[in-house]
T-cell receptor
Framework: QKEVEQNSGPLSVPEGAIASLNCTYS??????FFWYRQYSGKSPELIMS????GDKEDGRFTAQLNKASQYVSLLIRDSQPSDSATYLC?????????????FGAGTRLTVKP | DGGITQSPKYLFRKEGQNVTLSCEQN?????MYWYRQDPGQGLRLIYY???????QKGDIAEGYSVSREKKESFPLTVTSAQKNPTAFYLC?????????????FGPGTRLTVT
C-alpha cells in the first residue's frame, strides 16, 4: 500500500466550478499536511499547509483534514484555467525538521474555459 | 531577491560519468534537501542536511553523494553507480523558525543520461 495516495486524474472541471482534490495516507501518526501545486516542467510550489482537524481557508483554496479517516483534501473555488496543474499532497509525522515527508504522485487538474 | 537557485536547468551526460548538480539558497535556511521526481511517482528523498558539515541519507541515497561545507550550498553528485540517473532533481530548504516543517523548492535540474 502506498503511503500517500492520490487519484492521478486527469480531473477536468469547467471554469468557475469547484475542484475537489483528495488524498489518503497510511501513517496514523502523521502530523503535518501540505498541498503543493506543480505546473508542467516546473518545481512544486507550497500553497497550503494544515495541522489540525477541520478546514483551513486561504483565498480560493480550502484544505480539509480528517485524521480519524486519514484523509486530506483541497478545494479550489471559482476554478481558473491558470489553476491547471498537478497538485501534490505531502504528509509528515513530524512538526520540525521535516526529513520524513512523504509525497503522493499527484493529481492532474485541468480547468476548461 | 531571496530564493533557491539550481543550476543548470538541463543537463546531459553520457553513462559512466559523474555529474554535480548545484543548489544555493540565500534565505538563511538551516535545513536543505535533495529529491528526485520520476514520472507517475511521488518525490523521493535522496539526502538531507540539518546543519553545516552534517548530512543524512534519505530513502534512495545509493549512487549519490552530497556535501554541506557552507550553509548556503548543498551540491549533489550523481555518480556512475546510480543505475537510473535520468530524472528531475529538486532541491528544497526549510526555514529555521517555527515554520521549519515547510519545505520550499528550487526550480529543479532535469538530468538526462544516455
Amino acid at each position: 500500500q502506498k503511503e500517500v495516495e492520490q487519484n492521478s486524474g486527469p480531473l477536468s472541471v469547467p471554469e468557475g466550478a469547484i475542484a475537489s482534490l483528495n488524498c489518503t495516507y497510511s501513517d496514523r501518526v502523521s502530523q503535518s499536511f501540505f498541498w503543493y501545486r506543480q505546473y508542467s516542467g516546473k518545481s512544486p510550489e507550497l500553497i497550503m499547509s494544515i495541522y489540525s482537524n477541520g478546514d483551513k481557508e486561504d483565498g480560493r483554496f480550502t484544505a480539509q483534514l480528517n485524521k480519524a479517516s486519514q484523509y486530506v483534501s483541497l478545494l479550489i473555488r471559482d476554478s481558473q484555467p491558470s489553476d491547471s496543474a498537478t497538485y501534490l499532497c505531502a504528509v509528515s509525522p513530524l512538526f520540525y525538521n521535516n526529513n520524513d515527508m512523504r509525497f503522493g504522485a499527484g493529481t492532474r487538474l485541468t480547468v476548461k474555459p | 531577491d531571496g530564493g533557491i537557485t539550481q543550476s543548470p536547468k538541463y543537463l546531459f551526460r553520457k553513462e559512466g560519468q559523474n555529474v554535480t548538480l548545484s543548489c544555493e539558497q540565500n534565505l538563511n535556511h538551516d535545513a536543505m534537501y535533495w529529491y528526485r521526481q520520476d514520472p507517475g511517482q511521488g518525490l523521493r528523498l535522496i539526502y538531507y542536511s540539518q546543519i553545516v558539515n552534517d548530512f543524512q541519507k534519505g530513502d534512495i541515497a545509493e549512487g549519490y553523494s552530497v556535501s554541506r561545507e557552507k550553509k548556503e550550498s548543498f551540491p549533489l553528485t550523481v555518480t556512475s553507480a546510480q543505475k537510473n540517473p535520468t530524472a528531475f532533481y529538486l532541491c528544497a530548504s526549510s526555514p529555521p523558525d517555527a515554520r521549519s516543517y515547510e519545505q520550499y523548492f528550487g526550480p529543479g535540474t532535469r538530468l538526462t543520461v544516455t
